[in-house]
């Protein structure tokens, strides 16, 4: 492999770029210290003049120069490191870092140089510390630090530091210039890639922050080496490093095999070293790499969110969404790069921009009116670096953020932060969740709360197949809650698309149990009155012996009716089992044996859901509470209802409805139940047949074929009609 030459870069390693400045960022000119501003605050999205784009551009700079002169008057500590994440030591570093950047970018604006001089006597500092220090003391034995407690830490100093580095490089004295790349940043990016080979070669989000900060300083530093390495690998092969990343990490669709949590959080350094590499070789046309995947993880990105927050998938921080510093950076650039306006709409609803040319590009044409709605749609995101291992599929009512959506998972586990829930379901409405998932169990950097770290209730329940709207056998998660065996396989999808007007998605797995195969269909049927549609869950477990079927509904909102009476626990609660997530749930009430076809209703904010179901064996419902076996109080209180069938066979058909409304201001309710007057099952030769009747005589048929092949062709009389379709999943109206 040839090393290519190398340019030597101007001011900027990508575009000065790194979008997390803590008062306030601003852009610059790559050529000069004295630039046309960029105004960042949030009301910068609005119209505004060119004198008050300078005004508030002083204005921002002035604060973010007076934080920074604040910070050097009362000192800047560089303290050897002590504590985990989350600590005051860890948390001093991630300052540090911040005001090393900072400071270059105000040097490179004001040439004032007392703030070249502060980022430049920090780094010294650092140069001075780093010799000094073996593994982190609290350190993570699979992905060790020194300056941080993991890697990865270590990975995002360096991605900022060398950005600020770069700016004041060519104007402090050649003895300080080698005493920082000597004694830190040299160090480090060798610490980040030989040092930790297991996780500068590993396909994950820590490789690619090593891999980002590796590459940069070598474009900084002039080293074409470490750039080679960072983009194919310490061995230079081409088997690791970030162009491996980018093919296996990424499925053709965008989707990043983590969920869209961490691919909120991997974006970064995807973008940043791809700006770098545009900037210094593009030659390389690194956007098109793979048919644009990088362009098309960020609105893959923003696709899987719904009213502005991302759907809480695997490992996710529930309260993490559109406005992550991240997307805006990645929405910027794919602005600049495909000039398409829906993305201005998102820059909207983020509020502010980043700062970098691109940021500023974008509130130019935000305020030339060329800004269009961005569409949410439905859509299917294949799995995979092939786009072979299943598919996250999302099914919308409509192209508004808040509209109805349905979320079925048929992917890979999504590696070590992935959960056990193959066919799991969400289900959000009117701007609200109504069938939740749980997302991670951790209190990101509350050092209380296990140093911010995730919990071992991550572990024990969260992960865990019973945490999430999926169905669970004889009491044990998919896989027996082995993710590494887990990673292996992945769900069938049987059909994604519109069928007599019903959009359908269904999937299969036949690998979570010995024996046993799942199946679920999920639909949205649109209703004649213009109500918001049917969401229509059919969940299937399919066996030659007898199993405990579980499938929890985990609701949000209050339990207002019940169709069926439910005997509460009012004195003791005992937990519902005793392991795989099962131990966290109190049992706080249970029905009697039900049959067919029943109903509960919901209260959420401004609107009621009414939930019926029915099951073709008889079955019970049990209500849950979560935070049994949680003596540190670290899980959320939430509720459930599970419904348990004992049988060879099981089918559960659940049907959703937005149902009335509620003003709170005039103290009005309207409330009318189910419009779904019965729910039956059938056997019509060799195909199952799902039948709903609702109120008005509409009957709506799913029919799901024994042979799931793809592309079989069947036929079958029903109600004196000849039927044909090919492929396992048909709907009747």
């Not at 007599?500 to 199946?519: F, K």
Request: glycine residues 8%.
């Amino acid at each position: 492999m040839s090393v290519l030459t190398y340019k030597k870069i101007n001011k900027s390693v990508v575009a000065l770029g790194m979008a997390a400045c803590v008062q306030g960022c601003v852009s610059f000119d790559n050529n000069t210290k004295s630039t046309t501003p960029l105004a960042v605050t949030a009301a910068a999205v609005a119209p505004v003049s060119g004198t008050v784009e300078q005004s508030a551009f002083k204005l921002q700079m002035q604060k973010l120069g007076d934080t920074i002169i604040a910070r050097a008057e009362a000192g800047i500590p560089v303290p050897v490191p002590v504590d985990a994440g989350g600590g005051p030591v860890h948390e001093q570093h991630k300052e540090n870092y911040k005001t090393i950047y900072e400071a270059g970018m105000l040097y490179d604006y004001t040439g004032d140089t007392k703030y070249r001089d502060i980022a430049r006597d920090v780094l010294l500092d650092y140069a001075d510390l780093y010799p000094t220090l073996g593994l982190h003391p609290e350190h993570k034995p699979s992905t060790a630090g020194r300056l941080f407690w993991q890697g990865l830490n270590e990975a995002v100093w360096l991605v900022y530091s060398i950005q600020g580095y770069e700016v004041i490089r060519d104007d402090i004295s050649p003895e300080d210039r080698e005493k920082i790349e000597r004694g830190v940043l040299g160090p480090m990016a060798d610490f980040l890639s030989e040092g930790s080979p297991q996780t500068f070669d590993r396909i994950h989000n820590h490789g690619t922050w090593a891999a980002a900060a590796v590459g940069m300083t070598g474009y900084v530093l002039d080293q074409p080496e470490r750039v080679e390495k960072s983009l194919y690998g310490l061995n230079q092969d081409g088997e690791a490093g970030f162009l491996k990343q980018m093919d296996i990490l990424f499925s053709p669709d965008g989707y990043y095999a983590e969920g869209p949590y961490y691919q909120r959080y991997a974006m970064m350094p995807f973008l940043l070293f791809s700006q770098a590499i545009q900037k210094n070789e593009p030659e390389r046309e690194i956007f098109n790499y793979r048919d644009g995947i990088i362009l098309k993880a960020i609105s893959t990105t923003l696709q899987l969110s719904y009213a502005g927050k991302f759907f809480p998938l695997n490992d996710a921080i529930r309260s993490k969404g559109l406005n992550t510093i991240e997307l805006k950076y990645g929405v910027a650039i794919a602005y600049d790069l495909t000039k398409d306006p829906a993305f201005l709409d998102i820059v909207k609803y983020q509020g502010d921009v980043v700062p970098t040319p691109e940021g500023k590009k974008v509130l130019d044409d935000i305020e030339a009116g060329l800004a269009k709605p961005f569409n949410f749609k439905s859509q299917m995101f294949r799995d995979g670096s092939n786009g072979e291992d299943g598919a996250l599929i999302v099914l919308r009512s409509g192209e508004k953020t808040n509209d109805s959506a349905v979320v079925l998972k048929a992917t890979t586990q999504g590696l070590g932060h992935g959960h056990f829930d193959k066919l799991g379901f969400l289900y959000n409405d009117n701007g609200q969740e109504v069938v939740a998932d749980y997302g991670a169990s951790r209190f990101l950097n509350i050092v209380s709360k296990f140093g911010g770290r995730y919990l071992p209730e991550n572990d024990s329940w969260a992960k865990q197949t019973i945490a999430h709207n999926t169905l669970a056998v004889d009491e044990v998660s998919h896989y027996g809650g082995d993710w590494r065996l887990s990673q292996k396989y992945s769900p069938d999808v049987l059909k994604y698309g519109v069928v007599n007007g019903v959009q359908i998605a269904a999937a299969e797995v036949d690998t979570a149990y010995d024996g046993v195969n799942l199946q679920r269909v999920v639909a949205m049927v649109p209703r004649d009155d213009g109500q918001q549609p049917y969401v229509i869950d059919i969940m299937r477990g399919i066996s030659d012996t007898d199993h405990q079927y579980d499938l929890p509904m985990h609701y949000k909102g209050d339990l207002i009716k019940s169709q069926f009476p439910i005997e509460y626990e009012t004195s003791n609660l005992a937990p519902l089992g005793t392991d795989f997530g099962y131990q966290h749930l109190w049992k706080s009430g249970e029905t009697e044996q039900l049959e067919g076809r029943q109903e509960v209703s919901l209260f959420l904010g401004t609107a009621f859901q009414t939930v019926t179901f029915a099951s073709d064996t008889p079955y019970k419902a049990i209500f849950t509470k979560l935070g049994a076996n949680d003596p540190d109080h670290n899980l959320r209180s939430e509720e459930a209802m599970i419904l348990r069938a004992n049988s060879d066979t099981v089918n559960f058909v659940t049907v959703y409805e937005r149902d009335g409304s509620y003003d709170a201001d005039n103290e009005t309710a309207v409330f009318n139940g189910s419009s779904i007057v019965s729910i039956d099952f059938d056997q019509v030769e060799d195909v199952a047949v799902y039948k709903l009747v609702t109120q008005n005589d509409k009957t709506i048929q799913f029919l799901v074929a024994d042979d799931t092949s793809k592309d079989a062709a069947h036929q079958l009389e029903l109600d004196d009609q000849i039927i044909e379709w090919s492929g396992p999943v048909h709907v009747l109206r």
